[in-house]
């Protein structure tokens, strides 16, 4: 099946990740790989847009538990732009990994040129890695957490 460049992809070992979290650690550091992103040509982009973010779900069970640690020092700022986007990404991960419960009349959650409104309700969270549709990818996952703690340990 012949394939096209549809970008490029920034991956790590999760295990890297999976084997400290196991001992009751957390990981000491993450190596990325960048590779062509590619898709086979002659698929259709629907089915292209629902295969391969099982992959994925790891890195969001992550993300939800480093939520889970700040969750103190967040509530204290929960109005700041960055804490909402990261406790919703956090929820949507609790629920499935799909975006959910925006009111149509809410603000906008937003983080790094990233938006998500009511119009999104029922799309993947983990979607920014697989060409042509909004989310977020792995590596959008490690600069959020970074962010969250950087703001929360001012």
Known sequence: MAAVTAGI?????IHAVLDPLSKGDWPRSLEFVEDELTKPAD?????????GRTHLLPS????????????QDANKRQQEPLVRFARSVRN???????????????APLEWRGLTWTS????????????????????????????????????
């Open 92 to 106: 949507f991960a609790a629920h499935g990994a799909v975006v959910r419960g925006i009111h149509p009349d809410a």
């Open 119 to 154: 119009q999104d309700n029922g799309s993947p969270v983990l979607a920014g890695d697989v060409h042509g549709t909004a989310g977020l990818s792995r590596g959008d996952l490690v600069y959020l957490m970074a962010d969250l703690y950087s703001l929360l340990a001012d």
């Open 9 to 13: 992809e920034l991956w790590y070992d």
């Open 60 to 71: 969001i069970a992550l993300f939800a538990l480093f939520y889970d640690e700040m969750e």
């Open 43 to 51: 698929l259709p982009s629907d089915v292209i847009k629902n295969t």
